[in-house]
Every structure is written in C-alpha cells, then in structure tokens.
T-cell receptor, first 111, second 116 residues
Framework: QQQVKQSPQSLIVQKGGISIINCAYENTAFDYFPWYQQFPGKGPALLIAIRPDVSEKKEGRFTISFNKSAKQFSLHIMDSQPGDSATYFCAASEGNTPLVFGKGTRLSVIA | GAGVSQSPRYKVAKRGQDVALRCDPISGHVSLFWYQQALGQGPEFLTYFQNEAQLDKSGLPSDRFFAERPEGSVSTLKIQRTQQEDSAVYLC??????????????FGQGTRLTVV
C-alpha cells in the first residue's frame, strides 16, 4: 500500500504560470511534510516543508497548502520559470522515522 | 565537506559480484538514511541509523543487502552477489535529530549502480 500518493506524474506549464502538484497520505500520525526538488544526476534537495499545525506556508514563489481533514497537501509554484524544470517529490514522516516519498512529478516549464 | 558525500558516483558490477557503497554524512548529524531510487521513481527507504545503532532495516530487499555505521559517522551499504534488479541509484541522507521530530534531511548525489 502506497502511503503517499502524488499526482500528476508529469506537468507542463508555460513560463510565468502556476504549477500545482498534489499529494495525499493515509497515515494520520504523519507530522512532517516536505517537498523535495531533484535535478538529473543530483540528489533530492529540500524545497519547503510544513507541519500540521499550520494550513499554509510560503517561501518566495513556493507555497505548501495543507488540508489535515482531507489528508492532502499540495505544492504551488508561482511565476514558474524554466529553471524550475525538475522532478518534485512530496514526502511524509512521523516523529523521527524515515521519510516516505511519493513517486514524483516531472515538471517542464516552457517559454 | 559541507554536504553529504557518496562514493563511488558510478559503479558497474558484473552479476554475482559484491559491491560496497560509502556515505560520509554531514558532521554532527545523528541520523543517517539509505534509500534506493529506481529510474523514474521516488526514493524507497532501505535502512536507518541513529549514531551507530541500526534502528530500522525493514526496507532492505533481501539478506544480500547489509549496512553498517560502526563509529556513528561514515556508513557503508554492501550488496552481495549483485543481481540485475539491484541496478538503481543508492542515495544516502543525513539529518539532525530533534525532539520535535524530523528536521531537514540532506541527500548526497547518490551512487548509480549498474549490474551487467
């Protein structure tokens, strides 16, 4: 059973547009929800993270929206740029346990 | 170095050969994780250390996989009698431990293992 389900699998967005990636989770004990960005040949790098005591967190062009009752969280990338083209992974964990990752979304931002 | 360092970056092994993958975590990071990433997939958890103690090895796919962190810093993931299905990128991550729960996990660039 996949604990974190991510969609869409791939996404094409025009430069300047908004990219939206969604994740749903099953385990209500999860208390940490990060998003990672990965470029080809590189390891994942933390983009932004949220804990369930807030419903939204914004850092620059990146926003996480969190819906605890629906067990869903999403990443919004405002004013998407070609340099944002990468694979994005949502993840979740409980306490100090290892992160569980979604399957990833390949984002392409075209000019 | 400032980040998580993994070596080698690339490894080609003949089927049946043993391999050892090394991870140098960020200095002072208590937690160390190994993940396996197949092409086009998300990282899949293999095993986890807190200092030298291996707290969880539930993700290791078979008894051919073995990991150690004897002095609580550098870790080695060993795969015995490699099979073609072992071909993947092996990622190492480290993090500080907090009473509030997980903190940022910093990943290395990974070791790409190809079994031929």
């Amino acid at each position: 059973q996949q604990q974190v389900k991510q969609s869409p699998q791939s996404l094409i967005v025009q430069k300047g547009g908004i990219s939206i990636i969604n994740c749903a989770y099953e385990n209500t004990a999860f208390d940490y929800f990060p998003w990672y960005q990965q470029f080809p040949g590189k390891g994942p790098a933390l983009l932004i993270a949220i804990r369930p005591d807030v419903s939204e967190k914004k850092e620059g062009r990146f926003t996480i929206s969190f819906n605890k009752s629906a067990k869903q969280f999403s990443l919004h990338i405002m004013d998407s740029q070609p340099g944002d083209s990468a694979t994005y992974f949502c993840a979740a964990s409980e306490g100090n346990t290892p992160l569980v990752f979604g399957k990833g979304t390949r984002l392409s931002v075209i000019a | 170095g400032a980040g998580v360092s993994q070596s080698p970056r690339y490894k080609v092994a003949k089927r049946g050969q043993d391999v050892a993958l090394r991870c140098d975590p960020i200095s002072g990071h208590v937690s160390l994780f190994w993940y396996q990433q197949a092409l086009g997939q998300g990282p899949e958890f293999l095993t986890y250390f807190q200092n030298e103690a291996q707290l969880d090895k539930s993700g290791l796919p078979s008894d051919r996989f073995f990991a150690e962190r004897p002095e609580g810093s550098v870790s080695t993931l060993k795969i015995q009698r490699t099979q073609q299905e072992d071909s993947a990128v092996y990622l190492c991550a480290s993090s500080l431990r907090s009473r509030k729960g997980n903190t940022e996990a910093f990943f290395g660039q990974g070791t790409r293992l190809t079994v031929v």
